[in-house]
């Protein structure tokens, strides 16, 4: 990654960067779903929720508001009441 960075001028990673740009990851994405990381994971390529990688092994990009959007939707399409069970 940084002969990558280093051969298209591309500047090195500086804290705060992602909350800048509204973006997080997928461990928070998750954590915010109320999901584990390969569910979230699962989603992002089902097409639930919107993420990119830039290459194989970089780390997920999501937009935060892209995660809170799914988790309104989440929360307004859950069952009034819950499942009953056959005895």
């Given at each position: 990654?940084?002969?990558?960075?280093?051969?298209?001028?591309?500047?090195?990673?500086?804290?705060?960067?992602?909350?800048?740009?509204?973006?997080?990851?997928?461990?928070?994405?998750?954590?915010?779903?109320?999901?584990?990381?390969?569910?979230?994971?699962?989603?992002?390529?089902?097409?639930?929720?919107?993420?990119?990688?830039?290459?194989?092994?970089?780390p997920w990009v999501i937009k935060a508001e892209d995660v809170?959007?799914?988790?309104?939707?989440?929360?307004?399409?859950?069952?009034?009441?819950?499942?009953?069970?056959?005895?």
């Amino acid at each position: 990654m940084r002969g990558f960075r280093k051969h298209h001028d591309i500047a090195t990673y500086r804290d705060g960067e992602w909350a800048e740009r509204g973006e997080i990851t997928l461990d928070a994405a998750a954590e915010i779903i109320g999901v584990c990381k390969m569910t979230a994971l699962r989603m992002i390529r089902r097409g639930d929720v919107k993420g990119r990688q830039v290459c194989t092994g970089a780390p997920w990009v999501i937009k935060a508001e892209d995660v809170a959007a799914f988790a309104a939707r989440k929360r307004s399409s859950a069952p009034v009441t819950s499942p009953t069970t056959n005895l």
